[in-house]
């Protein structure tokens, strides 16, 4: 006897991993609350356009992977910081991390530099400086050091896609298993 053949699920599986995949992007360019303050994750936007799924079998087993660029794992599990648990499996173990590579994330958000100071009555005031060299790498090595303090809240973008999406695809994936059954006896 032939093994049963899954067309109809593995269509299905596609057109559902397409959805999840959208669904994730659209989480990605959310801006949330994050610690009291409205925060927009994406900076250049290359993580959104690098997610991905893969349908596949493995061992007479069929599954949806799910995947984007390296860096996305620790933004969907997040990353605890020296002295702030982010409840993520992943950690900061310095004082600091790369400045070179927020430096690039200054110029890409773009992120206005700002200074604050005690003025002459003794109130904290802040404003905006010029964004040369200098202030840019002052600026990110104050940022570089509260990221390692603090770590990185997660935002777990797939997990809520599958959520969002899964309930609307979960008669639709019984209905495919169905029809391959019903294909396989005929």
Not at 18 to 47: D, F, H, N
Not at 100 to 121: D, H, Q, S, Y
Not at 126 to 132: G, I, L, R, T
Request: net charge positive; glycine share 8%; no cysteine.
């Amino acid at each position: 006897m032939n093994d049963i053949e899954f067309i109809e699920l593995g269509k299905a599986l596609n057109q559902f991993g397409a959805e999840v995949v959208e669904s994730a992007q659209l989480e990605l360019g959310t801006t949330q609350m994050i610690g009291g303050r409205k925060v927009r994750r994406v900076a250049s936007g290359a993580l959104k356009q690098s997610l991905y799924h893969k349908v596949f079998v493995r061992k007479g087993k069929m599954r949806v992977d799910f995947g984007g660029a390296e860096y996305g794992l620790f933004i969907h599990e997040g990353v605890n910081g020296t002295r702030v648990n982010q409840g993520s499996p992943f950690s900061f173990k310095s004082a600091m991390v790369n400045v070179g590579a927020i430096e690039r994330w200054i110029k890409v958000k773009p992120i206005r530099l700002r200074k604050t100071f005690i003025n002459a009555n003794g109130q904290k005031v802040s404003q905006f400086v010029e964004q040369n060299e200098k202030n840019l790498k002052s600026a990110a090595i104050a940022i570089a050091k509260s990221v390692a303090r603090k770590g990185i809240a997660p935002l777990p973008f797939y997990r809520l896609a599958v959520d969002n999406v899964y309930p609307k695809w979960e008669s639709k994936i019984a209905e495919a298993i169905e029809i391959d059954t019903l294909n396989f006896f005929k």
